[in-house]
């Protein structure tokens, strides 16, 4: 699996501030000095004017770029001279929008997985760990990412909660919280502002953030999910919102780059918007300098079997951009998205030396990765070894719940005066959809008790409270995953992550939340009493410290395990992760109950 | 001439921060408030997707733009509806590299001057005042620019002295003062750095100029006029320089855009670069994005003849540069330079609503200028006054030195042992070259003392240095004016502007220097012991607070002047004033004496 103990450590220093080496790139692109490292002979993939540039040679000291053109004066006896042999050099790729808890790795497992993919840069948005742990996680994320080869450019949390008085998170981040860490050098940007309607209602906390964010000269990150591209539209850009991962539309993306908001055009795991919003590139002669790709949330399998940022430009080339033009969706114009271009997104003299040098442009065949200047890839392989996370246990004993829990505690009670019947609310998901449809459904009362109905695919749901002991539980009635037996749960339960149990026996989703509890969370699955599958997520429970490998080995068996237990859906515990995310249609289950978001409602569980 | 007092006082409040007024403008462009202006109707100038969008409305509060699209919902009483009728709406236009001196008004008379002509944002490098007056005329020029309706983003001069132990200059900046100005608000950016050998040689001074500009996140902008383009635009691009205005070839600009570098692509009153280097991008298809158009040294007669940016951007397009493409280049690349573009660039939600109603894209008629959202020009005149200059005599009284003159100081003793004649370095201007050449010429000794020769075409030449009261004077011969009687005299002499004066008469020579003593300076044409055509500019000696038209029609009267003593010469003290750049090919003078600048050392006046 991991072959790190035969690597040498990652030992490379931060790459000096322009300001601090300018006398040593201009003394080495001058030949009074000697370069550190020189790429000979490649055809550079020039962001800047849009060309490809044959038999150029790239400079390096300090980190840095010194020169490109013909380097050969600044070769000297302890310069690392690199053969280039005629592959493309292009600037390291730029992820603009991007949750590492996603792929339930650290950020150094995460930066293990991504960097040969040609990845060198990431904007993440750590909201996940911060629901759970709030400033705790976010300093543990920040800390992750220092002296590792990959540049992490954090995110502050915009929306922790998400949807406030909904549900129950481990954390609130507010103005006073965003204002403190936009004033300090570990964030770089405001994250995604989902709370579009308070952007456009005015609301003062909202603003408050954004403008903390501006104030401080740093990019506020958008998300507007909204087809509305006219006055709802111009409001959220107007209030300083530089980009938006959102568009599932080509006219989405097309409405704002004209507002001249840069479209971060996302493939991810679950969501493939490129196919239909690169439409907004191919299909018109547009300036494309507005146009980002990310990834926003990529899974393990997804890296494994399909790559990161090597993927996604693929993607767009195959969609029938331009390679020169897709790359530049990547490098230059998300560096100019977040005002980064002095450092970063393009290979020229006193840019930061991130550089990919690829053996095929259309199949972005990433061969070999520089960081700083350092090679890193070789042959598509990582050549240093990433120290481990340091995880303190308080980032790991996260999952509070009053427990053992037994069968009874899934109980639902029928409502007063019942027959042998009910007719109750039921969520039903979707496979590969983020919606639910509210439905309803007459399900059997015995002895007083509500129960499902797996021959008809209906399943019980419950949603435990899980930062803070309280034991508060949602619960309800699902369908769309047709288990015909045992349960599942997982503590991936978009965004306050709390306890969330899918079950046909009340007996095995007491078994299920109890073996969660007991290794600190993840996502389990449980038959006649017996843990069949387990993933442990022991990081706020959403993500773990092992190697991608096999993480995606124990997603897999979990999958197999949902079929066994009856569910054929693709990725099941994706879609299972969204039934609580109380800001997408129609029907959600939080801890605090049933929620109609139709309306933005408690409803009941029962039709009256 | 001036019908400032028909107008409305300027009265705008400077534009708010984007941060401060987030909350107005997203209640604007969902119309729960009502914009403070809507223009109706535009065709739209869309800088940021390179289109040309119909029948668009732009709405407009506290200074910005709130929504641009269907405005209706935001018109109310208060409202003023302003009908676009179908012209173009674009942003207004940036000029990035420029020198207000050049065009010998203060700031406030050159944006009077400018703004009908759609320029809406200058970046302008005070060096000329500066190199007389210091950090003091660096702050005159600071408060001129305060309250005006034109944005004006001072440069920190960032080579005063030009060429240091040449000549004597009235000030210098070293690498303290500029750290000083960086760390504040009132500077912008460090002002074209001249000093191309020392950033190439890795000079202490130099590089801390261009750390500490860069430590404050400001703009470190160029001149490299060299025609090379390989290691010595390497190393200075590397070294933190963004943008350079000295291309004089389609090769130079384009060898700088690949490097990442902002081409400014210069039409000046003197220096007509675009013509050739525009070719850099009619000749390819290349993204233009790192392509921007900037006047550098524009004159009183230029402006009011052709105009500012708007007839920059004519040019482009007379020479092929599609419009919209052309317009990109004073606008979004512009403000992309600076990293400007979340204020400044685009008519976009959130931007500062500096926005042109131009009738004619291909000739670029600008009929309305909106500035901070603000109507400033109609029909193509100033609608608002600006307040007068406020000029201290501190600014005024620079010109120091020992008078009055007489003949004798411009007397040039024969060498020791010279016969009847001797062979002396002549220095001969070319029309409308920077260059001049160093030839010799023989001359009569009378009396002891080396005549100059009229009949032959070759004149007596001065500098004095006017600073400090020292008197020192540098004499010598100057062939290509062709006076054939009586002398003129400038205290705009580059960079240094010390008192120069070029002579067929010692005695009207003496006149020339004391008029200009006597009214602080300026330029002066004199016969027969008269004053036939005086320019004064008190300010600094290099600038006027009269009306453009006014400072123009006393340059007229000056080269007829100059006629009547016998130059042909057009635009002759444009050629004068460069006599004493000591950093130009190839023979020089400064108060110091005869400089050879292709070995960048003194020389002797006579042929030995």
């Given amino acids: 699996m991991e072959k790190q103990t035969s690597k040498p450590k990652w030992t490379s220093a931060p790459v000096e501030k322009l300001q601090d080496c300018t006398r040593r790139l201009a003394a080495v692109a001058m030949g009074r000095e000697k370069a550190d490292t020189v790429i000979r002979g490649v055809r550079l993939v020039n962001v800047n004017t849009g060309e490809i540039l044959p038999d150029t040679d790239i400079a390096i000291a300090a980190g840095r770029i010194a020169l490109v053109g013909d380097a050969s004066h600044t070769i000297g006896d302890a310069t690392a001279v690199i053969d280039g042999a005629g592959r493309y050099a292009a600037p390291g790729f730029l992820d603009g929008h991007i949750h590492v808890e996603s792929s339930m790795m650290t950020v150094r497992e995460y930066a293990r997985t991504v960097i040969p993919h040609g990845t060198t840069s990431i904007f993440p948005d750590p909201h996940e760990i911060a629901n759970v742990l709030g400033e705790h996680g976010l300093e543990f994320m920040i800390a992750d990412a220092e002296g590792i080869p990959l540049r992490v450019f954090t995110q502050m949390p915009s929306c922790v909660p998400a949807v406030p008085g909904f549900e129950e998170t481990g954390a609130v981040l507010g103005p006073q919280e965003t204002a ?14 989902m709370n579009f309607p308070g952007v456009l209602g005015g609301d003062a906390d909202t603003h408050s953030k954004i403008a903390s964010t501006l104030a401080a000269g740093k990019t506020v990150t958008g998300h507007y999910s909204m087809p509305e591209t006219g006055m709802g539209l111009n409001a959220y850009i107007a209030s300083g919102v530089r980009c ?27 969501w493939h918007d490129l196919h239909e919003v690169i439409r907004s590139i191919t299909e018109r002669k547009i300036d494309s300098r507005f146009a980002c790709l990310i990834s926003d949330d990529t899974h393990p399998h997804t890296l494994i079997a399909h790559g990161h940022m090597d993927h996604i430009v693929r993607r767009a080339i195959q969609e029938g951009v331009d390679p020169i033009t897709a790359i530049q969706m990547v490098t230059i114009n998300a560096a100019q998205c977040f005002q980064m271009d002095k450092d970063l997104g393009s290979i020229a003299p006193g840019k930061i030396a991130d550089i990919l040098l690829i053996s095929d442009l259309t199949s972005v065949q990433v061969e070999t990765v520089f960081i700083g200047g350092a090679i890193v890839v070789e042959e598509g392989e990582m050549r240093v070894e990433i120290p481990a996370s340091q995880c303190p246990d308080s980032i790991r004993n996260t999952i509070h719940v009053p427990h053992p829990f037994t069968a009874e505690d899934f109980a639902i009670p029928a409502p007063q005066n019942a027959g042998s019947a009910v007719t109750a609310r039921v969520i039903q998901v979707l496979e590969a959809k983020v919606g639910t449809l509210a439905k309803t459904h007459s399900l059997p009362v015995v002895d007083g008790h509500v129960c499902a109905d797996a021959a008809a695919g209906i399943n019980k749901l419950a949603v435990v409270e899980r930062h803070k002991n309280t034991g508060e539980t949602g619960r309800g009635f699902v369908s769309g995953f047709g288990l015909r037996q045992g349960a599942v749960a997982s503590t991936v339960a978009h965004d306050a992550h709390n306890l969330m149990i899918v079950g046909a026996s009340e007996a095995d989703m007491a078994v299920a939340a109890n073996a969660l509890t007991e290794c600190g969370g993840g996502m389990v699955a449980v038959r006649d009493g017996e843990v069949i599958a387990l993933l442990p997520l022991p990081i706020a429970g959403l993500m773990s410290e092992e190697p991608v490998q096999s993480i995606n080995e124990k997603v897999q068996a979990l999958d197999a395990a949902w079929k066994i237990l009856g569910c054929d859906m693709v990725s099941p515990f994706m879609t299972m992760a969204l039934v ?11 801890n605090k109950g049933l929620i109609d978001t139709t309306t933005y409602s408690f409803t009941g569980l029962f039709v009256e």
Avoid: N, W
Wanted: proline share 2%.
């Fill in 580 to 590: 609580s995310l109380a800001v997408l249609p129609e029907l959600r289950l939080t």
């Fill in 180 to 193: 403190r860490f936009m004033a300090g050098d570990s964030i770089y940007g405001l994250g995604e502002m």
């Fill in 244 to 270: 938006c991962h959102e568009s599932v539309r080509a006219e989405d993306a097309l409405a704002k780059m004209r507002l001249g908001m840069y479209a971060q055009i996302r493939e991810g795991s679950a």
